[in-house]
């Protein structure tokens, strides 16, 4: 357990470089816990921090560039619990009362520890139960060689977001 750490009370840029007090920029990184303005505007000139937040806070930080683009999110359980492979819905209403649901899988991985093809057909998979017209899995890190040809040749619903895109995003 890491508790979160309150932004008001906390110099960031102070603590991420390690000169306020004890903490240390991954110590203070991984225990965030809400995506605030504050924490997503350090990441975008920063995103090499992006791999050490917490694995909870990385789902809110997807779910905020989400909700930028004029999504409604629904998150679908807290972090380490089962979700059955869907960690947020996206929700756009659109015009003539549709809408568009895109089912979120996040992997906040180490940097060097690919995501492998499993996760990516299990959120194929689960597509329909949850009623989403496409899936987006979105890693820390990289995927591993053959996802993206998996992807092209018949799991053509869902999208990949590795770091090198992501920290674009």
């Known amino acids: 357990y890491v508790p979160s750490v309150r932004f008001d009370r906390i110099d960031l840029q102070a603590t991420l470089d390690g000169t306020q007090g004890e903490l240390q920029p991954e110590v203070c990184v991984y225990s965030l816990q809400d995506a605030t303005e504050e924490l997503m505007s350090y990441l975008a000139m920063n995103p090499h921090y992006l791999p050490r937040v917490h694995p909870g806070t990385f ?3 997807i779910a905020k560039l ?4 004029g999504f409604k999110i629904e998150f679908i359980s807290g972090w380490n619990c089962a979700d ?5 819905v996206a929700l756009r209403r659109m015009a003539l009362e549709q809408e568009h649901r ?16 499993e996760p990516v057909r299990a959120l194929a998979g689960v597509l329909d139960k949850f009623k989403a017209h496409s899936g987006a899995m979105v890693t820390t890190s990289f995927f591993a060689p053959g996802v993206e040809k998996e992807i092209n040749d018949h ?10 895109r992501l920290k674009h995003d």
Do not use: M
Request: net charge negative; glycine share 6%.
């Open 102 to 117: 895109i089912a979120i899988q996040c992997k906040r991985n180490r940097r060097d520890r690919p995501v492998e093809a």
């Open 66 to 69: 989400f909700e930028d683009e």
């Open 155 to 164: 799991l053509w619903r869902v999208t990949l977001r590795d770091y090198s």
């Open 59 to 61: 789902e809110h930080i």
């Open 84 to 88: 059955g492979g869907v960690d947020i």
